[in-house]
T-cell receptor, first 114, second 113 residues
Framework: ETGVTQSPTHLIKTRGQQVTLRCSSQSGHNTVSWYQQALGQGPQFIFQYYREEENGRGNFPPRFSGLQFPNYSSELNVNALELDDSALYLC?????????????FGPGTRLTVL | GEDVEQSLFLSVREGDSSVINCTYTDSSSTYLYWYKQEPGAGLQLLTYIFSNMDMKQDQRLTVLLNKKDKHLSLRIADTQTGDSAIYFCAEKGSSGSARQLTFGSGTQLTVLP
């Protein structure tokens, strides 16, 4: 069974640029959630994708957008980067029909905005 | 909105038991989770409990849930140096279709030799 993978591992961008982060879900999972974890904080929910559509969104502006592909992998896009976007971005996969709703996390992408 | 609170730090001696506490505000929480995060890594799911249970044991881990007081705890028996990490409590509410988790700020567990 393949776990959740994310790419790239680290990324450095400058303010105003755009970034795309990628996530491959765990085998058999159909739902992907994205979280932002600022230094010293717990993860904050950005949004979730199920069946290639956004299925819930946290308190993040529209410049945070995403996609899910037919193979359930997903992208997170952030436009017009701000310094406060510097964080660890975590992707979690789960099976929508699972009673426990357990979410399994990838290793994350560390984004630094200068 | 939902809120999850944890104490920031806990130190224990190797071999002792650790108890990490968490409180939450969402009375409609259906599942509560404990995750472990080691430096520079993602989150590892340790265990979870359904809201109609009051205890769950899994090897060295015991989860206690007091739904009336909205209090969750994680007990780690025979704590080892490899248990040193940040532990996050998270809850999943019943409102909405998205299975989003609300996390606390994490408890840094330090295991002293």
């Amino acid at each position: 069974e393949t776990g959740v993978t994310q790419s790239p591992t680290h990324l450095i961008k400058t303010r105003g640029q755009q970034v795309t982060l990628r996530c491959s879900s765990q085998s058999g999972h159909n739902t992907v959630s994205w979280y932002q974890q600022a230094l010293g904080q717990g993860p904050q929910f950005i949004f979730q994708y199920y069946r290639e559509e956004e299925n819930g969104r946290g308190n993040f502006p529209p410049r945070f957008s995403g996609l899910q592909f037919p193979n359930y992998s997903s992208e997170l896009n952030v436009n017009a980067l701000e310094l406060d976007d510097s964080a660890l971005y975590l992707c979690a996969s789960s099976l929508m029909a699972s009673g426990g709703g357990e979410q399994f996390f990838g290793p994350g992408t560390r984004l630094t905005v200068l | 909105g939902e809120d999850v609170e944890q104490s920031l730090f806990l130190s224990v001696r190797e071999g002792d038991s650790s108890v990490i506490n968490c409180t939450y505000t969402d009375s409609s929480s259906t599942y509560l989770y404990w995750y472990k995060q080691e430096p520079g890594a993602g989150l590892q799911l340790l265990t979870y409990i359904f809201s109609n249970m009051d205890m769950k044991q899994d090897q060295r881990l015991t989860v206690l849930l007091n739904k009336k007081d909205k209090h969750l705890s994680l007990r780690i028996a025979d704590t080892q140096t490899g248990d040193s990490a940040i532990y996050f409590c998270a809850e999943k509410g019943s409102s909405g279709s998205a299975r989003q988790l609300t996390f606390g700020s994490g408890t840094q567990l330090t295991v002293l030799p």
